[in-house]
């Protein structure tokens, strides 16, 4: 059973910057595909980024390329969401997800029944 426990959500201006962080335990991170997701109250939940078990491969939600950057630290078991030039439209729930992976090295899983665990979500507000 693997916990995540998202941090560093919070209010900031629109084109500010922010750093999620995902704490995981409970298994072996390096087996885990590890996602990010976000959610607005009577919406789905929407796929934001995805990094492999290694961090070596990434892939991103067309409307944060260019602004956010997922990475990983294997020693520390976390995964992070840099946010950068946010916007009113990026304020949601963030979400930290795990996806178990094994041996695969890297395929591409942005639906959230992709995913097996989950975090309880961090708030991000943009401001205008």
């Known amino acids: 059973q693997v916990q995540l426990v998202e941090s560093g959500g919070g209010l900031v201006q629109a084109g500010g910057s922010l750093r999620l962080s995902c704490a995981a335990s409970?298994?072996?991170?390096?087996?885990?595909?590890m996602g990010w997701f976000r959610q607005v109250p009577g919406k789905e939940r929407e796929f934001v980024a995805t990094?492999?078990?290694?961090?070596?491969?990434?892939y991103y939600t067309d409307s944060v390329k260019g602004r956010f950057t997922i990475s990983r630290d294997n020693a520390k078991n976390t995964v992070y969401l840099q946010m950068n030039s946010l916007k009113p439209e990026d304020t949601a729930i963030y979400y930290c997800?795990?996806?178990?992976?094994?041996?695969?090295?890297?395929?591409?899983?942005?639906?959230?029944?992709?995913?097996?665990?989950w975090g309880q979500g961090t708030q991000v507000t943009v401001s205008s």
């Open positions: 990094i492999s078990k290694s961090g070596i491969n990434t």
């Open positions: 997800a795990a996806k178990f992976v094994g041996s695969v090295t890297f395929r591409i899983a942005s639906k959230a029944v992709d995913y097996d665990y």
């Open positions: 409970g298994g072996a991170f390096v087996s885990y595909a």
